[in-house]
């Protein structure tokens, strides 16, 4: 199942709810769609979503808000967010704005997608 929006797309793969993100999205209506995509798989019963940043090289303001929001959504539903594919760059930004400790984030595997889904399922 694949559903696409600009910049975001969403699959399940291995069970798991995948929210991937292209680009660089910087403004509202460029990230609003991550934030209504973890709403709605949440809705459908996901209760862990993992967020590929692979293909992000800069977080702004908004997509730091939409993770942030989506954090919420999920640990409210008794789940969780997770990070994979996270660039050094967005590490930095992450760290500097302190949500680096409450996301986790993909560390083996050189934090791939798969790394994250087996980490969920390690967990589950």
């Known amino acids: 199942m694949n559903s696409q929006s600009n910049h975001v797309s969403q699959r399940?793969?291995?069970?798991?709810?995948?929210?991937s993100i292209s680009g660089?999205?910087?403004?509202l209506t460029e990230v609003a769609p991550l934030g209504r995509k973890i709403t709605n798989l949440?809705?459908?019963g996901a209760r862990t979503v993992v967020v590929d940043l692979s293909q992000v090289n800069h977080v702004g303001a908004a997509m730091l808000g939409e993770l942030a929001t989506g954090l919420k959504t999920t640990r409210s539903a008794g789940g969780d967010l997770r990070l994979s594919g996270v660039?050094?760059?967005?590490?930095?930004?992450?760290a500097a704005t302190g949500l680096s400790r409450f996301f986790k984030q993909a560390e083996m595997g050189n934090g791939t997608t798969e790394a994250a889904i087996r980490n969920v399922k390690k967990v589950a």
Do not use: E
Not at 12 to 19: L, R, S
Not at 24 to 27: V, Y
Not at 87 to 94: D, E, H, Q
């Open 87 to 94: 660039s050094r760059r967005v590490r930095k930004v992450l």
């Open 24 to 27: 660089d999205p910087i403004t």
């Open 12 to 19: 399940i793969q291995d069970g798991t709810a995948v929210v």
């Open 42 to 44: 949440v809705n459908t």
